[in-house]
């Protein structure tokens, strides 16, 4: 699956930079891993990162950052802390931000539990002992992970996001760790690109899905990302179909982030993007074709009940071939799968062809 989600009772330093290492991530109590994500109605695909800290410096552009925010503010590197004064600038922040947020920040590290498996520090910045800035990260054996930052909009020049980022990374390469995990980020919604000012594109490494290995930035193909693939594969469907004159609708799966949430247990479709077939005669998809990214295959499926299927069986109008696809429809859910795509659309042609029989009155499914 594409999105998962794991609540660990405990979780040791090298049981994180494991699952640090096969892009998973905090969430909550939680880590969890995902492959694509909906923003203002749209479909992506996240990208984990990670800096390789050894050998690692700050260019001269990041020394600046540093340098001015050091100069003028305290700063502590500490483990968490969470109280009051963290909470009251969290809401600040929350006015400012674009995009939903945890209603607290015990609520977001701790999400209802009462203990912390994890083990978080903290990167906190004061102006003559105001709180204008923190973030948390957590320590693995080896790795650590930039979970959350939060920061006063009144100096939101200094960059201060960025700069409790970069006094993560000086805390893991000065206590000697390899690796320092910032999250995701996501092609095409820029949201996220400050990430990758952390380094150079030969620098910061991304996580290949397909390969489960991770490769510098500077080789980052976005045409291999999850969503981009989806698209192109179900084009190529839709162009088949549109020259058989088979209505269709490419439609996102909504309940397919549902198992990150703790909504559904399983999934019908292995994919967040899908064709509705037939659109012209179900309103609500009955028929869909998707493309399975874990096996590389193309997908033709039906979520039709079999005894409405088995109406198929009572009219004897039915010929030889409309009856022997009807049993076929009755006995298998998923009626076609291939590498290409071209068996998939044969037997869409095939169930077209016997709904023609269904429009010209002869039954009524």
């Given amino acids: 699956m594409f999105t998962e989600k794991h609540l660990p009772e405990s979780l040791s330093g090298e049981e994180l930079d494991v699952f640090l290492e096969y892009g998973w991530y905090r969430m909550g109590q939680t880590v969890f891993t995902c492959h694509f994500l909906f923003f203002e109605d749209n479909l992506y695909s996240p990208v984990w990162l990670r800096l390789p800290l050894e050998g690692y410096r700050f260019r001269k552009s990041l020394r600046k950052i540093k340098r001015r925010v050091e100069e003028r503010f305290e700063v502590k590197v500490r483990p968490a802390i969470i109280d009051e004064e963290k909470e009251l600038l969290f809401q600040h922040f929350k006015k400012h931000f674009k ?35 923190f973030s948390f990260f957590d320590l693995g054996h080896l790795s650590l992970a930039s979970i959350k930052a939060v920061y006063e909009h009144d100096y939101r020049n200094f960059s201060l ?7 993560e990374i000086q805390f893991g390469w000065e206590k000697g760790f390899d690796y320092y ?53 179900l084009f190529r469907v839709g162009f088949a179909l549109s020259g058989l004159r088979i209505p269709f609708q490419m439609l996102y ?35 869909v074709v998707y493309y399975d990214l874990k096996k590389d295959v193309f997908v033709f499926s039906h979520s039709l009940h079999r005894e409405v299927l ?12 409309e009856k022997k696809l009807t049993e076929y429809l009755i006995n298998n859910t998923v009626l076609a799968e291939d590498v290409t795509e071209i068996p998939v659309v044969n037997m869409v042609k095939r169930v077209a062809n016997l709904l023609k029989s269904v429009r010209r009155g002869r039954l009524n499914v």
């Fill in 99 to 133: 995009g939903k947020l945890y209603g607290s920040i015990n609520e977001a590290l701790f999400d209802g539990h009462e203990r912390n498996v994890f083990n978080t520090w903290e990167v906190a910045v004061f102006d003559r002992g105001r709180l204008i800035a």
């Fill in 310 to 321: 088995e109406k198929f069986l009572t009219d004897l109008n039915l010929t030889d071939a």
């Fill in 181 to 233: 995990y910032p999250g995701y980020f996501v092609p095409g919604y820029s949201r996220f690109d400050y990430k990758l000012r952390i380094g150079k594109p030969e620098e910061v490494e991304f996580y290949d899905l397909k390969t489960s290995t991770w490769h510098p930035y500077s080789s980052f193909d976005p045409e291999r990302i999850p969503v981009r693939v989806l698209n192109l594969k």
């Fill in 161 to 167: 996001g960025i700069y409790t980022m970069l006094r």
């Fill in 253 to 287: 799966y909504p309940a397919f982030e549902s198992s990150l949430f703790g909504t559904a247990e399983e999934q019908f479709l292995q994919s967040p993007l899908f064709l509705h077939i037939f659109s012209d005669h179900y309103l609500n998809p009955r028929f």
